[in-house]
């Protein structure tokens, strides 16, 4: 996915402006769950959008929070080749971890 993709994709479906920094914290407070996502290359686009690399058991591709005019997270999930493969919308900030690690990672047989 080259950075005109990316951009392209913050301006699309990014219609607030927040901190990805601190989304990013928020999704790091979970520890081993959220390294299991072998989450990498975070980027801040346009303080609309943060977006990174995943290489879960589901899910091996892109990840993009935005937030939408009603503040609520949106989060997409892209192929390698920038395509979106799933959309989840009007989500909490509580609720935004678990969203993704549905998607991603998590396996119900374990347990935590």
């Known amino acids: ?29 979970y520890g081993y769950r959220f390294w299991s996502w072998g989450a990498n290359g975070f980027k801040n686009i346009l303080n609309k ?6 290489q879960g058991h589901h899910h091996k591709g892109y990840v ?10 949106e989060v997409r999930l892209l192929t390698t080749t920038g395509k ?13 971890f678990d969203a993704i690690d549905a998607k991603v990672e998590r396996i119900s047989e374990y347990t935590s």
């Open 84 to 96: 979106i493969k799933d959309t989840m919308t009007d989500l909490f900030f509580d609720q935004l």
């Open 1 to 29: 996915m080259n950075k005109i993709d990316i951009f392209q994709a913050a301006k699309e479906h990014g219609q607030r402006e927040f901190n990805p920094n601190e989304t990013l914290l928020l999704l790091q407070r």
């Open 64 to 73: 993009l929070i935005t937030l939408n005019a009603a503040d609520l997270y």
């Open 49 to 54: 959008a943060l977006f990174f690399k995943v």
